[in-house]
């Protein structure tokens, strides 16, 4: 490998918006660099996590349900997001999302029809076999064999950028500072999740108390630098994608496996034994994304969901054991809650139950009445041992901060010009139509489809 | 992450573990039958963890696609844990129980089985006829070394013992993982079978040599499987011959039983030769290592069963007839002495394990 030449594109990160940009513009005869920042295992940032992508089809796609038809793409991300999208890029998205499967079939990444616990996603989501790392190494595979060269645990340090004009990024290579020149750029490096001092600046200490669902290597230095540089932001930088997650799931990188979704199936409780938010409110998959937020503005960001013996098998199992007991009052000590406070809140929560029927797939009739938080769906009483308790904490998937781009995913400066030479794919310009809220496969739509657009204008600009 | 069983083997434990994982997981359930087996379980006994551990190929691409595999701290590696449990599982319903030992030492075991068989025909053949008899010219008529009778009383014998073994070992097994079947079940899980569907990584092809799918192993499969039985077929075809028809050996070149087991002997030399090379490249992380010798002690009793067959038949009017017939018989005596403490038995527990599968659906 030889990293002193001049690159036709040089793609600092390694996930699937870079590797989609380094694959088209290798493809157009661009000689291209991948500068991953982790380590070859830990590959690909948060795409190494994930399992679908959402896309519009006509029904034709083999291992999809459908149709998915644009339109109705196009309001589901309007619902999601409250309308804080580009509609120009965000109807661009769904225009090539449906070119995707074929695409990525071309590139050696195979799909799979969804099955068991994928959450009714058939029509809209196809899903990668094996998952997103599967997806990974068929497109690794693919960009080497196109003679991409891929270089691991080489973290950009620094951008020289000139008046929006890229010229040479400067990585942290072998112990060395090395420099890598390009005559166009793609930032698809991801967001600053795992940067726990840059998340203190919104969120102060409760940072702290942050479980970072992926790598630790999303930093977002490459998107700091550009911010720094003059390109123009996107997205609100104080907001992140936090679900509920098993407070005893490692710092990062646990992925997928420690979610729970137990909370609507019992009762949330904070530090002092208190509920906080009605259970009940909504359905997946927005309560999925709405606990992370919740339990993060509660003291110490833990929350502890209680449940007892008639609900303990209603949802995905966990990898952690529920804490059990006996009485409640045994299970509030082994949490190491007031116990006096926890039996209290579940005698009041249990005597403010009203009869219904329950039915957990619907907004059912069970509810509570009289309580100055209520729970509006799902309410049964908590009174048939043995009792269960998940302490729950923060996981945070993504930020949205990002960098403005064009419908080239041409960066866009500060002062409304165009950058020469830089695109940006991925996470890190997802805010432009993503601008808040959540979508399954979004992240993985938004990616590709900007990786591509990326690829293909770095390659027609490294020519001229 | 499961409180510890101190009753339950490591291997055992390990499985549960990764299992437990898994099934909060659920991103390789279209790779194989292991995934979604296992999503029908919210906690894992022994017997289920014996059943998955049979219906797993070993193909690997689950240890590929994984994103918690090692040096992740959750340290998943499905294939090998599978693999381990699977061989136990093979020990544990050995029968009779005090064969078990058979397989933790099976290199050794098979290789002292097939050489004293071997012995024995050369010493019955020396004890028992003139050694000029051993070795002069019979034009390929093996009768007169060893009567025709005397060879079905050996080899039935024999053959009706291994299968009362497997089917006393497959008994358990199956009480074991709570079997249940149908008629239908038993013509998916035959279908699964011969083409080998869940060696395919679920469309990617088996990920054993390296990260990149290749279909080798399940061609090298075939040719051994399909080798196997095209050479268990001449002998049937032979015996209707001669009890039926009265039409006796030797049979000429272009005769069935003699075309049959040409083509399966092709398949048992060139099946077992690519699945040992292919072995040899295979990933270490992904197998069983102390208990590889299994593997390789089968193949190589597939390979020289082939090959001296082979030799036989070229050199069956010279006078290396007779001992050439008492290498090969020995050969074959001691493959079926074998047959029920060896990994043949991986297709047998395999097999019930799928029709399991498909009954459930």
């Not at chain 1, 991409?148 to 620094?158: F, I, K, L, P, R």
């Not at chain 2, 088996?206 to 002998?235: D, V």
């Not at chain 2, 399966?264 to 992380?285: E, H, I, N, S, T």
């Amino acid at each position: 490998m030889n990293i002193n030449e001049i690159f036709d594109v040089v793609v600092a990160g390694g996930g699937n918006a870079a590797l989609c940009a380094a694959i088209t513009a290798a493809r157009a005869g661009r000689k291209v660099v991948v500068l991953e920042g982790a380590p070859q295992f830990y590959r690909g940032g948060n795409t190494r996590h994930t399992r679908n992508l959402r896309c519009a089809h006509d029904g034709t796609a083999s291992n999809m349900a459908g149709p998915y038809d644009p339109a109705e793409f196009l309001d589901d991300l309007y619902r999601v997001t409250g309308g804080e999208t580009d509609k120009a890029l965000a109807q661009l998205t769904i225009a090539r999302s449906h070119e995707l499967i074929p695409w990525m079939n071309k590139q050696g990444v195979f799909f799979q029809p969804p099955l068991g616990g994928t959450l009714s996603l058939g029509k809209t989501n196809a899903f990668f076999l094996g998952g997103g790392r599967g997806m990974l190494n068929a497109l690794y595979r693919q960009a080497e064999s196109l003679g991409v060269v891929c270089v691991y645990d080489a973290m950009v340090t620094a951008l020289n950028v000139e008046n929006g004009f890229f010229v040479s990024a400067t990585i942290k290579f072998d112990g060395a500072e090395k420099e890598v020149r390009g005559r166009t750029f793609v930032a698809a490096c991801g967001g600053f999740e795992a940067n726990i001092e840059w998340l203190r600046e919104y969120w102060g200490d409760a940072a702290d108390n942050f479980i970072i669902r992926g790598t630790p290597y999303n930093r977002g230095a490459v998107l700091r630098m550009l911010l720094d540089k003059g390109v123009m932001p996107v997205g609100d930088p104080t907001q992140c994608h936090a679900i509920a997650l098993d407070a005893r799931a490692p710092k990062f990188d646990g992925g997928i496996a420690t979610r729970l979704d137990s909370v609507v199936f019992g009762i949330m409780v904070n530090r002092d034994g208190q509920r906080f938010y009605d259970e009940g409110e909504e359905i997946w998959p927005k309560r999925y994304a709405i606990w992370g937020r919740l339990i993060a503005q509660q003291p110490d960001q833990i929350g502890y969901s209680i449940l007892d013996s008639k609900s303990i098998h209603m949802f995905m199992p966990s990898i952690y054991p529920a804490i059990v007991a006996g009485t409640i009052g045994e299970l509030a000590s082994k949490l190491e809650l007031d116990p006096v406070a926890v039996e209290k809140t579940v005698a009041d929560f249990n005597a403010a139950v009203q009869p219904g029927t329950f039915d957990h797939t619907v907004l059912d009739d069970c509810r509570t009445e009289g309580l100055a938080i209520p729970k509006s769906h799902w309410a049964r009483k908590i009174d048939t041992p043995p009792y269960y308790a998940y302490p729950l904490r923060p996981g945070i998937t993504f930020t949205y901060l990002g960098v403005r781009v064009n419908e080239e995913s041409r960066m866009i400066l500060a002062d409304g010009k165009l950058a020469a030479n830089m695109f940006a794919a991925g996470e890190i310009m997802a805010g432009n139509v993503l601008g808040k809220g959540y979508l399954a496969g979004i992240g993985m739509t938004i990616g590709a489809v900007f990786g591509r657009l990326a690829g293909e204008g770095a390659a027609k600009h490294a020519r001229n | 992450m499961r409180g510890i069983d101190p009753t339950r083997s490591a291997a055992l434990t390990e499985a549960d573990r990764l299992m437990t994982i898994c099934n909060a997981c659920r991103y390789c359930e279209g790779l194989c039958a292991v995934f979604p087996a296992m999503e029908k379980h919210r906690t894992f006994g022994e017997g289920d963890l014996n059943y998955l551990a049979n219906l797993c190929h070993q193909c690997g691409a689950c240890y590929s696609d994984c994103q918690y595999s090692p040096p992740h701290e959750f340290n998943v590696n499905v294939p090998s844990a599978l693999s381990k449990v699977r061989n136990d599982s093979y020990e544990q319903y050995a029968w009779p129980r005090a064969f078990a030992g058979a397989f933790a030492r099976n290199g050794l075991f098979i290789t002292l089985l097939a050489s004293g068989s071997v012995a024995a025909f050369i010493a019955g053949f020396v004890a028992l006829r003139d050694p000029a008899v051993l070795f002069g010219h019979h034009a390929g008529d093996f009768y007169k070394l060893m009567p025709h009778n005397a060879m079905v009383a050996i080899f039935g014998t024999v053959f009706i013992y291994a299968i009362l073994a497997l089917t006393m070992s497959l008994r358990a097994f199956w009480r074991d993982i709570n079997g249940a079947g149908s008629g239908a079940a038993v013509a998916e899980a035959t279908h699964d079978a011969g083409h080998l569907t869940y060696l395919g990584g679920g469309g990617g092809g088996c990920t054993s040599e390296n990260e990149k799918p290749s279909a080798q192993r399940r061609i090298f499969h075939h040719l051994t499987f399909y080798g196997f039985m095209f050479c268990f077929a001449s002998t049937s075809v032979a015996t209707v011959y001669h009890y039926a028809l009265g039409w006796h050996a030797p049979y000429p070149l272009t005769s069935l039983p003699v075309l049959l087991g040409i083509i399966g002997g092709v398949g048992l030399l060139a099946g077992p030769a690519g699945l040992f090379l292919l072995a040899q490249k295979r990933d270490p992380v992904l197998v069983d290592r102390p208990r590889l010798g299994m593997d390789v002690a089968f193949l190589t009793m597939l390979f020289l069963t082939a090959l001296t067959g082979f030799a036989l038949m070229l050199l069956r009017d010279s006078s290396a007839m007779g001992l050439l017939l008492a290498i090969h018989l020995g050969v074959v005596l001691g493959l079926f002495l074998s047959l029920p403490y060896g990994k043949f038995v991986h297709g047998m527990y395999r097999y019930l394990a799928l029709v399991k599968f498909n009954k459930e659906g």
